[in-house]
């Protein structure tokens, strides 16, 4: 199975602030990274698609990069609605595993 | 509107069964791919088990091979996941997918509520 590692687990921000949140594949997925967030008691919701592509619908200050084994996900100018948890998943092949998240709070 | 509503969720010994169902609204079901994911009380997303838009096609993460099993009635546009042999470690939010599977794309673009099986004597 690929492994997918996030960092950190848990990040404080501001609103208005930029952050990055990094995924690590344990070989190398093309593009094949989504990202979701997960707000609590509600369902993940798909913000980024191979990688770097914005699901229709999503604030374009979320954005995705990377390619192989490394990804980011960049969030400009935080809004107090994007504290949430944040998840990446490789698509590349089955079981199409998510990362463990990366939880982020309100500094 | 697309819509997945998970059903069937409850309390349940350990040893026992559970069948879960998806029911679909909003889309042409017959023409994508499905998947489970869960989620266990305070932890992360695993993925659980996926079919096919057509059913013959299915996948089962290791834990879970063997004890449960994936269908679907594209008649009713409704998938099930039966569930048998539940241990504690099962407990968890079971939650519906469905993939947006194009060019060499695959997304879940559209997730159910979720539906909580708890594994407890």
């Known amino acids: 199975d690929i492994q997918m590692t996030q960092s950190p687990s848990s990040l404080s921000a501001s609103v208005g602030d930029r952050v990055t949140i990094t995924c690590r594949a344990s070989?190398?997925?093309?593009?094949?990274l989504n990202w979701y967030q997960q707000k609590p008691g509600k369902a993940p919701k798909l913000l980024i698609y191979?990688?770097?592509s914005l699901q229709s619908g999503v604030p374009s200050r979320f954005s995705g990069s990377g390619s192989g084994t490394d990804f980011t996900l960049t969030i400009n100018s935080l809004q107090p609605e994007d504290f949430a948890t944040y998840y990446c998943?490789?698509?590349?092949?089955?079981?199409?595993?998510f990362g463990q998240g990366t939880r982020l709070e309100i500094k | 509107e697309v819509q997945l509503v998970e059903s069937g969720g409850g309390l349940v010994q350990p040893g026992g069964s559970l069948r879960l169902s998806c029911a679909a609204s909003?889309?042409?079901?017959?023409?994508?791919?499905l998947h489970w994911v869960r989620q266990a009380p305070g932890k992360g997303l695993e993925y659980v088990s996926a079919?096919?838009?057509?059913?013959?096609?299915?996948y089962y993460t290791n834990s879970v091979k063997g004890r449960f099993s994936i269908s679907r009635d594209n008649s009713k546009n409704t998938m099930f996941l039966q569930m048998g042999s539940l241990r504690v470690e099962d407990t968890a939010v079971y939650y519906c997918?469905?993939?947006?599977?194009?060019?060499?794309?695959?997304?879940?673009?559209?997730w159910g509520q979720g539906a909580l099986v708890t594994v407890s004597s």
């Open positions: 997918a469905r993939d947006f599977a194009a060019a060499a794309v695959t997304k879940f673009d559209y």
């Open positions: 909003g889309f042409t079901f017959s023409s994508y791919g």
């Open positions: 079919i096919s838009s057509n059913g013959v096609t299915t």
């Open positions: 070989q190398t997925i093309s593009n094949y």
């Open positions: 191979a990688a770097s």
């Open positions: 998943q490789q698509t590349y092949n089955s079981p199409l595993t």
